[in-house]
């Protein structure tokens, strides 16, 4: 597999096939590890990072997950690249800086995904459609047990497992879920709930992870806290708050249909109507739209649109993905005529 053949496939957690996916997009768990003779990334020298690197190597090659897995060395790769497996998720906007001696393992169907001397040694990641998490935190756990065979973790009896970060100390885990939340934000309920999760250990960050905003009412719900608690625990609070987060938003649902109905369906028939003749539109702007087409088509408002289409949209009309889908640069403006043809064919079939 090359990283151009990413482009011609949907990666797994786009394909709106799990439970709930009207609303959650994706399951997200990711296992931070150290290997147990090794300085954390940012301490280690030269060699000990190489000899990180390959460790992990002759790791993973004995591991029947990663057979066909794309294997890519950070510094290998040009801006394009880098930015195109952030925007499938695949890697974090740390793992581009100081690229020397990172890499990342890519599994073919991109469920699964290693980094390589990020922050940690190892960030193991498991991407999956839908709420799905714990179908996805019994695969990280299979994989992170094959790895495990062939791989010292650093392991205290007494704090669990060592990461650079003192956040992560415990077991490792960051689990999380892309949702959706329109109706949440139309109300302006969106603040109440968003508070409410912090006093309950978690956290909510935009599309692109920490630092980032939320286009499109997406939210990324994790835990804030890993040490004190088992896997099980983390995973079950999160799933036990995100039920409560997908009642409170189908009840928005309800509430705007029935009070707002003429308001609510203008909202989502304009953005339809803007997608589909737009001749120039931004990345943010179109997302937003088409969060609002895609609310419209879970409630039956709007019936000739595929969910699948929507999701490989998101991330196809993403500044990396639009250049390389054309194969050259595009400026700003560029990129904003070429995103409004694509989604207008897109809507015209």
């Not at 250990?201 to 806290?225: D, H, K, M, P, W």
């Not at 998101?314 to 990396?320: D, K, N, T, V």
């Not at 640069?329 to 560029?334: D, I, P, W, Y």
Request: glycine letters at 6%; aromatic letters at 8%.
């Amino acid at each position: 597999m090359k990283l151009d053949d990413l482009l011609k496939q949907t990666g797994e957690w786009l394909k709106g096939i799990g439970p709930n996916s009207e609303m959650v997009m994706s399951s997200r768990i990711r296992l931070a590890r150290n290997l147990a003779k090794y300085p954390f990334p940012h301490r280690a020298d030269k060699k000990q990072l190489e000899d990180v690197l390959s460790d992990f190597e002759k790791a993973y090659k004995r591991i029947e997950y990663f057979k066909g897995a794309l294997y890519l060395m950070i510094k290998d790769l040009n801006a394009l690249d880098k930015q195109f497996l952030i925007e499938r998720h695949l890697i974090s906007r740390e793992h581009i800086r100081h690229t020397e001696y990172k890499a990342v393992l890519i599994s073919d169907r991109e469920i699964i995904s290693v980094m390589v001397n990020e922050e940690d040694h190892l960030r193991i990641q498991i991407l999956q459609s839908g709420f799905n998490l714990q179908d996805t935190w019994q695969l990280a756990n299979k994989i992170d047990e094959e790895l495990d065979r062939y791989l010292d973790y650093a392991y205290s009896n007494e704090l669990g497992f060592l990461t650079c970060c003192p956040t992560n100390v415990g077991t490792g885990l960051r689990a999380s879920c892309m949702v959706q939340l329109p109706s949440l934000v139309i109300t302006k309920q969106i603040k109440k709930v968003l508070y409410a999760i912090t006093k309950l250990g978690l956290t909510a960050r935009g599309l692109y992870g920490e630092g980032t905003e939320a286009y499109g009412n997406f939210f990324q719900i994790s835990n804030q806290v890993t040490l004190g608690h088992s896997e099980e625990e983390i995973i079950d609070n999160l799933e036990r708050i995100m039920r409560q987060i997908i009642e409170q938003e189908n009840a928005a649902r309800s509430s705007l249909l029935a009070n707002q109905r003429p308001l609510f369906e203008d909202m989502i028939w304009r953005a339809y109507g803007t997608l589909k003749s737009a001749h120039i539109i931004t990345s943010n702007e179109a997302i937003n739209l088409l969060s609002h087409v895609r609310l419209g088509m879970d409630l039956g408002i709007i019936k000739d649109i595929d969910r699948n289409m929507l999701n490989e949209l998101l991330i196809q009309i993403q500044p990396a993905h639009l250049q390389k889908l054309q194969g050259k640069q595009l400026s700003t403006h560029e990129r904003d005529v070429t995103r409004a043809e694509l989604i207008r064919s897109k809507f015209m079939r």
